[in-house]
C-alpha cells in the first residue's frame, strides 16, 4: 500500500539549534516529492519539488534532500518565525493529485 | 487574483443540511483542486479540474460531494445530506499545469457541522 509517513509528529527546538525532519514513503512510480509549509488558518505554502534521488533544494534556512525511499528537510539555526506545520507530499504514476504526510509540528523556542 | 480566494472562511450548518463552498483560483490557473484536511491531518484529495471538466474525482468519499466549474475559472463544492463526519476544512488548490510546482492554496473554509 502507497505510504507517505513523517516524523516526528512533533518537534521542539531552541534558536540557533539545527535539526531535520523525516518524510519516508513508500509509492510506485514516484514523479515528485514535495515540502510545505502551514501555518495555523491558514493553506499550505509550497517550498520545494524534488524529483530524483540524489537532487537536493535549499532555501534560506530550509535544505531539502532525496533518496529512493525518504526526504529530508534540515533546518539550519532556526528562528522562532520557522515554527509552522510542515507537510511533505508525493505525486505518483500518471495521476495529479498529492498524496500528503500528517506533517511535523515544528517549535522554535527564543 | 494574487491568491486563491476561498468563501466563506468559516462555515457552521445544520446536520442535514447542503452546503456550498466556493474557490477562485489565480487567474490563468488551468489546473483546480479540492482537498480536505481533518484536524492533526494532511490534506486529502477530492477532485481535480482541468479546465471546466473533472479531470480526476476518485477522491470524493460518497454521492453526497460534487464539485462543479462552469466556465473554467471559479469552482464550487457542493455537500448535500451533510455529516458531522463532514467537518473539516476544505482547501482549494489552483496551477498553471498539472505538475506539482506552482501548486497554490487558499485559506481554506473551516467547516461546522452540528
Known amino acids: 500500500e502507497d505510504q507517505v509517513t513523517q516524523s516526528p509528529e512533533a518537534l521542539r527546538l531552541q534558536e540557533g539549534e539545527s535539526s531535520s525532519l523525516n518524510c519516508s514513503y513508500t509509492?510506485?512510480?514516484?514523479?515528485?516529492l514535495f515540502w510545505y509549509r502551514q501555518d495555523p488558518g491558514k493553506g499550505p505554502e509550497f517550498l520545494f519539488t524534488?524529483?530524483?534521488a540524489g537532487e537536493e533544494k535549499e532555501k534560506e534556512r530550509l535544505k531539502a534532500t532525496l533518496t529512493k525511499k525518504e526526504s529530508f528537510l534540515h533546518i539550519t539555526a532556526p528562528k522562532p518565525e520557522d515554527s509552522a506545520t510542515y507537510l511533505c507530499?508525493?505525486?505518483?504514476?500518471?495521476?495529479?493529485?498529492?498524496?500528503f504526510g500528517t506533517g511535523t509540528s515544528l517549535t522554535v523556542i527564543p | 487574483g494574487a491568491g486563491v480566494s476561498q468563501t466563506p472562511s468559516n462555515k457552521v450548518t445544520e446536520k442535514g443540511k447542503y452546503v456550498e463552498l466556493r474557490c477562485d483560483p489565480i487567474?490563468?490557473?488551468?489546473?483546480l483542486y479540492w482537498y480536505r484536511q481533518s484536524l492533526g491531518q494532511g490534506p486529502e484529495f477530492l477532485i481535480y479540474f482541468q479546465g471546466t471538466g473533472a479531470a480526476d474525482d476518485s477522491g470524493l468519499p460518497n454521492d453526497r460531494f460534487f464539485a462543479v466549474r462552469p466556465e473554467g475559472s471559479v469552482s464550487t463544492l457542493k455537500i448535500q445530506r451533510t455529516e458531522r463526519g463532514d467537518s473539516a476544512v476544505y482547501l482549494c488548490a489552483s496551477s498553471l499545469t498539472a505538475q506539482g510546482y506552482g501548486y497554490t492554496f487558499g485559506s481554506g473554509t473551516r467547516l461546522t457541522v452540528v
Open positions: 524534488l524529483y530524483s
Open positions: 507530499a508525493v505525486q505518483m504514476g500518471t495521476g495529479n493529485q498529492f498524496y
Open positions: 487567474s490563468g490557473h488551468t489546473a
Open positions: 509509492v510506485s512510480g514516484l514523479r515528485g
